[in-house]
């Protein structure tokens, strides 16, 4: 079964300054997709950014950005001159790419953004 | 376009009770997957459908079912509610396998 561990309960970053969240996991497929989730205290789940294994380029939306290490099973988020609504739970999630669209989260990461 | 809605935001049942919760996703969407989510455990994924049909379950027990109707909308229902079952339920819907599921802003179901 694949799971998914994200290291650093909280985080914290001074607002304009750039933060990185880690992301690891675990699986034996070739062929996946990995996630980054925004949860806000409306407790609404955002989608941040996508990755697909097969793709050795980084994805990229914007001020957020990954640094994608398949073999090491690495999926880090890298936020940019953070902003005030950045402030929320940021969940990793693992996708197969093989019949299911079952996602596996990890525990979450609180990123707190100071002025 | 719209996106994902749930039905209703917050539930207070008793124990022993039972809840349906409804989620209609995204116009064209034709997967729904539901979750739950609580302080303890996380996100837990419970079930998804595709076209009427359960196409996965994770590991809860038989309280838990859920359908798809022919127009993708979905309910779960849970049966003999116990206190361990409040939590957030999450409800996201999908365009396809190469496609991201997008969230509803889920139900909170509170059991007393």
């Known amino acids: 079964a694949q799971t998914v561990t994200q290291s650093q309960p909280e985080m914290s970053v001074q607002e304009a300054e750039t933060v990185t969240l880690s992301c690891t996991y675990d699986t034996s497929e070739s062929d996946y997709y990995l996630f980054w989730y925004k949860q806000p205290p409306s407790r609404q789940m955002i989608l941040v950014i996508r990755?697909?294994?097969?793709?050795?380029q980084n994805a990229t939306e914007n001020r957020f950005s990954v640094n994608f290490q398949k073999a090491a099973k690495s999926f880090s988020l890298k936020i940019s001159d953070s902003q005030l609504g950045d402030a929320a739970m940021y969940f990793c999630?693992?996708?197969?790419?093989?019949?299911?669209?079952?996602?596996?989260f990890g525990k979450g990461t609180k990123l707190t953004v100071n002025p | 376009k719209a996106g994902v809605t749930q039905t209703p935001r917050y539930l207070i049942k008793t124990r022993g009770q039972q809840v349906t919760l409804s989620c209609s996703p995204i116009s064209g969407h034709r997967s729904v997957s539901w979750y739950q989510q609580t302080p303890g455990q996380g996100l837990q994924f419970l079930f998804e459908?595709?076209?009427?049909?359960?196409?996965n379950k994770g590991n809860f027990p038989g309280r838990f079912s859920g359908r798809q109707f022919s127009n993708s909308r979905s309910e779960m229902n849970v049966s003999t509610l116990e206190l361990g079952d409040s939590a957030l339920y999450l409800c996201a819907s999908a365009g396809g396998l190469a496609t991201p599921q997008y969230f509803g802003p889920g139900t909170r179901l509170t059991v007393t």
């Open positions: 990755q697909e294994a097969y793709k050795q």
């Open positions: 999630a693992y996708r197969s790419a093989y019949g299911s669209e079952k996602l596996v």
């Open positions: 459908y595709f076209s009427e049909t359960q196409r």
